[in-house]
C-alpha cells in the first residue's frame, strides 16, 4: 500500500516520539483536541496514547458525524423508513445508531422497512432508477467532505430528471462545531479543562482548505494543525502544536500539504452552495442547537428533498441525563469519568453520542484503550 | 420397468416446489443432482439413514448452517464452504473426521444448474477430503421464503485416545499460533457482493484442515491446549471467546500478524479490521510453551500451514482482555465487534 504504509512506519513513530518528548516541556501541560473520528480512530489503534509523555493530552472531539446526529434525527429517518412507499439508503454505520425509544434502522429493517446499506450516493441514484414505482431516499450525513457528493447526486438526479429520488439532509459544518466547544468551556474556571490547540480534519480541510479555521486560531488565541488520518500524521502534528505552545504561537499549520491548500476545492464548494443553504439553527448530540451549523436544500430543489416531500415532523428527544457526551466532547471529562460509561453504556448498548460509533471518544476508549483504566487504578 | 422418466434439465432448468414434495420429482432429483455428486456406497443404498462402524473411544458431533452471499465467490461456493467448514469444526476437536451429513432448503425457482454446480463442489470437497456425505435432506420452500439456498451438514469424528482439547484449558505463559494470512475469506467474499465495487485476486482460504491437524496432533498432540478456526468475527473473536472460556488474557503482537496486502488494502478502503475478517481455512492453536517451536515446525510443513506464526501468549488477566502491542509499539485492546461489522462513513 504505497503512501499509506510510509505513514504507518513504527521505527519512525518511535524517533518521531523521541522528539516530542524532547520539546514538551516538563513543567506544563499540553492538552489537544483532535476533532475529527478519523484521528480519534488512528490514536487508538495505534495506542499513540502510549507513546506520548504523560503531560501531552489528546481529547476526542466531536467530529464523527455519525455520533453527534441527534436521536431525533434517526426517529425521522426511522418514520421515512416506516412509510411503505419508501426506501431508504443509508451509510452501513447508521443502522445500528440508537434513536429514542431504543429503535434503530436495523430494527425497522428487520420489522419490515426498506433500509438499503450503500456505499456511496451513487448507489441510491442507481436504486431510484432501477425503481422507478418506489420513492428513494438518502440518508444524507456527514461534514463538509460528504456533502459534495452529496450534492451531485442531487445535480446527477435533475439532469436524469429523477422524480422518484429525494435525501434526507443532515449535512453538519465544522467550524460552527469548534466555535460551540470554545465557547462553551469556561476559561477562566481553573476545574475545566482548558484547550492549548487543535489537530484540525483532514478530509474537511481537502474541501474547504485551511483558510476557514484561522478566525479561530486568531480570536481564541488556539493554534490548529491540519493533519491526515495516518498515525505519523497525528503524531507530527502534535510535535507542530507542541512547538507553537513553546513558542507562543496560535496559528493555523498544514502538516497535510500532500492534498490540503488553503483555499480547498473550490469546484466542490461551488456544487454545493449550489444546492444547499444553511439552516438557522441545528441539534448536535451531545452538544445542543448551534447556530447555523446545518445545511438544508435551496428552495429551488425543493422536489429533492425529503423534509418537504414527506411534510417530515422534526422530532426531538433528551440525551440521557447521566450522560456526560457534552462535557467529554468539550475536554472537560474524560470517559471513564461518565457514570454510564461501562456500565449500562457500552458499544452494544449506546446511550450517549460518544458510543454510538467506533470513532466516537468513548467507543474510542472502551474498544482499544480501556485496560488503561485498570493500570491506572492498580498503579 | 424401466426409467422412463423425462431427465431433470440441469442446464436451464429450475426447482420448483414439486422437488420438494416426498413424490417421484424429488427422488429425481436427488438422485441426478445429489447422489450423483456425493456418489458412495451409503448413499446409493437409499435409506433415511445411514449405518457404519464405529470405533472404540470417544466420537466427535457437530453440526453448522451455512448462509452466504454471494453463494458463489472467488475460491469455493457455499457447497465445498459447507463441507470444509463443519470438517474443521470435527478437527479442531483433533478428531479424525469420518461421515457427513448434508441438508438443503432451497427456494423455488433456484436454478437446477447452479444447484448442480453446488452439489458437485460439495462432492469434490468431501472426496478430497476424504470424508464422504452418507445422509441427507431436501426441502424446497416457495419463492422469497430463502435466499437461494441454505445448507446444513452435520460431521463425526474419531478422537485419538488421550486428546482432549477445550477451550477452558488456556493457561498463562501458553504461545499463541496461527497457521496462515488472515482476513482472506472475507474479503474475497465481500468483494463479490452486490454494489461493492473493488477488484482483488484474492481468492477464499477455504479449506479442510484436519491433514494438517493430523500432522499436528502426530508432532506434539499433547502440547496442544485448544484449538479453533478463526471463522466468523475472525481472530478477535477467537480470541476474545477463548479468554472468556479459559478465564484468561492474551498479549498479540501485530507486527507478528500474518495479513496479506491485498486484504491490508480492502479492509483500509472499507474500513474494516483484518483482525474481525471471517477466515475458512485456518486455525488458531494454544499451545504450551515448550510445545511450540515443534508444533510451529510440523505447521509449516504442511501445505495449509506453510505461513504459520506465533503471534503471543495467553497472560494472566481477571479481566480476560485481548491486548495487542501495535506496530508503533503502543498497546490496544483487540475487542469484539458490536453486531456485524459495518463500514464507516468517512
Known amino acids: 500500500m504505497k503512501y499509506v504504509d510510509e505513514y504507518r512506519d513504527g521505527n519512525r513513530a518511535r524517533q518521531l516520539a523521541e522528539v516530542i518528548a524532547a520539546t514538551a516541556a516538563p513543567d506544563r501541560l499540553y492538552r489537544f483536541m483532535e476533532f475529527c473520528g478519523g484521528h480519534t480512530h488512528a490514536i487508538s489503534r495505534y495506542g499513540l496514547e502510549d507513546l506520548l509523555p504523560d503531560n501531552i493530552r489528546m481529547i476526542h472531539g466531536p467530529g464523527c458525524p455519525v455520533c453527534v446526529l441527534p436521536a431525533g434525527r434517526i426517529d425521522m429517518a426511522i418514520a421515512l423508513a416506516q412509510r411503505p412507499e419508501v426506501t431508504l439508503c443509508v451509510y452501513g454505520d447508521l443502522m445500528r445508531v440508537p434513536g429514542s425509544q431504543r429503535n434503530s434502522l436495523l430494527r425497522a429493517k428487520a420489522a419490515g422497512a426498506d433500509v438499503r446499506m450503500v456505499y456511496s450516493t451513487l448507489d441510491a441514484i442507481a436504486i431510484a432508477e432501477q425503481q422507478p414505482a418506489r420513492e428513494v431516499v438518502f440518508f444524507a450525513i456527514g461534514f463538509e467532505t460528504t456533502t459534495p457528493p452529496s450534492a451531485m447526486a442531487i445535480r446527477l438526479a435533475t439532469e436524469k430528471r429523477l422524480g422518484n429520488f429525494s435525501i434526507f439532509c443532515n449535512h453538519v459544518l465544522t467550524p460552527p462545531a469548534i466555535q460551540a466547544i470554545l465557547d462553551g468551556v469556561d476559561l477562566a474556571d481553573p476545574d475545566q479543562v482548558a484547550l492549548d490547540g487543535f489537530v484540525g480534519p483532514a478530509h474537511v480541510s481537502t474541501v474547504i482548505g485551511t483558510r476557514p479555521y484561522e478566525y479561530f486560531a486568531e480570536t481564541f488565541a488556539k493554534p490548529v494543525v491540519i493533519a491526515g488520518f495516518e498515525p505519523l500524521d497525528v503524531m507530527q502534528a502534535i510535535l507542530m502544536l507542541v512547538q507553537q505552545v513553546n513558542e507562543d504561537r496560535h496559528q493555523v499549520e498544514n502538516q497535510y500539504i500532500r492534498a490540503v491548500n488553503r483555499d480547498g476545492n473550490q469546484r466542490a464548494q461551488a456544487a454545493v452552495a449550489e444546492i444547499f443553504e444553511l439552516r438557522a439553527q441545528f441539534e448536535w448530540r451531545g452538544l445542543g442547537l448551534i447556530p447555523h451549523s446545518g445545511l438544508k436544500l435551496k428552495p429551488a430543489y425543493a422536489g429533492f428533498d425529503a423534509e418537504c416531500r414527506f411534510e417530515m415532523p422534526e422530532l426531538t428527544a433528551a440525551d440521557n441525563p447521566a450522560c456526560e457526551c457534552g462535557t467529554i466532547l468539550r475536554g472537560v471529562k474524560k470517559p471513564a469519568d461518565c457514570k454510564l460509561f461501562g456500565t449500562v453504556c457500552t458499544p452494544d448498548n449506546p446511550m450517549g453520542s460518544c458510543m454510538v460509533s467506533s470513532e466516537g471518544a468513548c467507543a474510542a476508549h472502551w474498544t482499544y484503550g480501556r485496560f488503561r483504566d485498570i493500570q491506572r487504578k492498580a498503579s | ?346
Open chain 2, 1 to 346: 420397468m424401466s426409467d422412463k422418466r423425462r431427465k431433470l434439465n440441469l442446464r436451464t432448468g429450475h426447482v420448483d416446489l414439486s422437488h420438494g414434495s416426498g413424490g417421484r420429482a424429488m427422488a429425481h432429483l436427488i438422485a441426478d443432482v445429489f447422489h450423483a455428486a456425493f456418489n458412495n456406497e451409503w448413499l446409493a443404498r437409499g435409506n433415511d439413514q445411514a449405518a457404519f462402524d464405529v470405533g472404540q473411544g470417544r466420537m466427535v458431533m457437530t453440526t453448522d448452517g451455512y448462509v452466504i452471499s454471494p453463494l458463489f465467490f472467488p475460491g469455493g461456493n457455499i457447497g465445498s464452504l459447507a463441507v470444509h467448514g463443519t470438517i474443521n469444526d470435527v478437527a479442531m476437536a483433533g478428531a479424525r473426521p469420518l461421515y457427513l451429513s448434508a441438508s438443503f432448503i432451497i427456494e423455488e425457482g433456484f436454478a437446477l444448474a447452479e444447484l448442480k454446480q453446488i452439489a458437485d463442489a460439495m462432492g469434490a470437497a468431501a472426496r478430497e477430503a476424504g470424508v464422504p456425505i452418507v445422509t441427507g435432506d431436501t426441502k424446497v420452500v416457495e419463492r422469497g421464503k430463502a435466499d437461494g439456498v441454505f445448507i446444513s451438514t452435520t460431521g463425526i469424528g474419531a478422537l485419538p485416545d488421550g486428546l482432549d482439547l477445550s477451550a477452558d484449558k488456556a493457561r498463562a505463559g501458553d504461545r499463541v499460533l496461527v497457521s496462515g494470512t488472515l482476513g482472506d475469506h472475507g474479503i474475497a467474499v465481500m468483494s463479490k457482493r452486490a454494489n461493492m465495487t473493488f477488484d482483488t485476486d484474492l481468492v477464499s482460504d477455504s479449506a479442510a484442515l484436519h491433514g494438517l491437524v493430523a500432522a499436528m496432533v502426530a508432532a506434539d498432540g499433547a502440547g496442544i491446549r485448544v484449538m479453533r478456526d478463526p471463522t466468523r468475527g475472525g481472530l478477535a473473536a477467537t480470541l476474545n471467546e477463548l479468554a472468556q472460556q479459559s478465564g484468561v488474557g492474551f498479549r498479540i503482537n501485530e507486527e507478528s500478524i500474518p495479513v496479506r496486502p491485498a486484504v491490508a488494502a480492502a479492509c483500509e478502503l472499507l474500513g474494516l479490521d483484518p483482525l474481525n475478517v471471517a477466515n475458512e481455512g485456518k486455525l488458531v492453536a494454544i499451545v504450551a510453551p515448550e510445545a511450540a517451536q515443534g508444533l510451529l515446525a510440523a505447521m509449516r510443513a504442511h501445505p495449509l500451514g506453510q505461513d504459520a506464526v506465533d503471534i503471543g501468549e495467553v497472560i494472566a488477566d481477571d479481566h480476560r482482555f485481548v491486548q495487542m502491542t501495535t506496530s508503533f509499539g503502543g498497546g490496544r485492546i483487540v475487542d469484539w465487534l458490536s453486531g456485524e461489522q459495518l463500514p464507516r462513513i468517512c
